[in-house]
T-cell receptor, first 112, second 112 residues
Framework: SQQGEEDPQALSIQEGENATMNCSYK?????LQWYRQNSGRGLVHLIL?????REKHSGRLRVTLDTSKKSSSLLITASRAADTASYFC????????????FGTGTSLTVIP | DTAVSQTPKYLVTQMGNDKSIKCEQN?????MYWYKQDSKKFLKIMFS???????INETVPNRFSPKSPDKAHLNLHINSLELGDSAVYFC???????????FGSGTRLTVV
């Protein structure tokens, strides 16, 4: 399926450290998105990167995309306790009618 | 103003009952979705509507029937509820393939 897979499944770091999460997918994509989900809440869109882009930044977030390896990474720099959440990647492909399929998520815990 | 609102937030019901979940978005988006998130946080697309027309219907039991009276509303009716239907159901909306999805806060359905 088009579903992405995040790695690691769970990550625990100290406040101030950087957190890196990875996403791998199986078929060629048009776009890839990252979302955050706080406990008991809906998902919040963080960033979208197109297949012809290699890197994007938004505040403390840095997303890279390597289409040759079919993978993406999300880096959160100088993490805060408020960054504790689950992070999901979502990918689309031309044969899915631009429908995005979500991965299984990385659960990030930032210890104050 | 809540962008994507869904009601109810919690729903506890017995097996065999019929229930509905309502979703409304005030963003003027053309496309709306229903996702099911299981206990392992896996998000699965169920339905997608574009301007009141069904465009995606994943492999979902026909006990689930979406209805979109207008492009701002997408409701989900579930007949003959089963234990396995217990999950968190998310409504979302988007505008175009390059915009992120805006999610509602979810409806936690528990079938007993």
């Amino acid at each position: 399926s088009q579903q992405g897979e995040e790695d690691p499944q769970a990550l625990s770091i100290q406040e101030g450290e950087n957190a890196t999460m990875n996403c791998s997918y199986k078929t060629s994509i048009n776009n890839l998105q990252w979302y955050r989900q706080n406990s008991g809440r809906g998902l919040v869109h963080l960033i979208l990167i197109r297949s012809n882009e290699r890197e994007k930044h938004s505040g403390r977030l840095r997303v890279t995309l390597d289409t040759s390896k079919k993978s993406s990474s999300l880096l959160i720099t100088a993490s805060r306790a408020a960054d504790t959440a689950s992070y999901f990647c979502a990918t689309d492909a031309s044969n899915t009618g631009n429908q995005f399929y979500f991965g299984t998520g990385t659960s990030l815990t930032v210890i104050p | 103003d809540t962008a994507v609102s869904q009601t109810p937030k919690y729903l506890v019901t017995q097996m065999g009952n019929d229930k509905s979940i309502k979703c409304e978005q005030n963003l003027g988006h053309d496309t709306m979705y229903w996702y099911k998130q299981d206990s392992k946080k896996f998000l699965k697309i169920m339905f997608s509507y574009n301007n009141k027309e069904l465009i995606i219907n994943e492999t979902v039991p026909n006990r689930f029937s979406p209805k979109s009276p207008d492009k701002a509303h997408l409701n989900l009716h579930i007949n003959s509820l089963e234990l396995g239907d217990s999950a968190v159901y998310f409504c979302a909306s988007s505008q175009g393939s390059l915009s992120g999805y805006t999610f509602g806060s979810g409806t936690r359905l528990t079938v007993v």
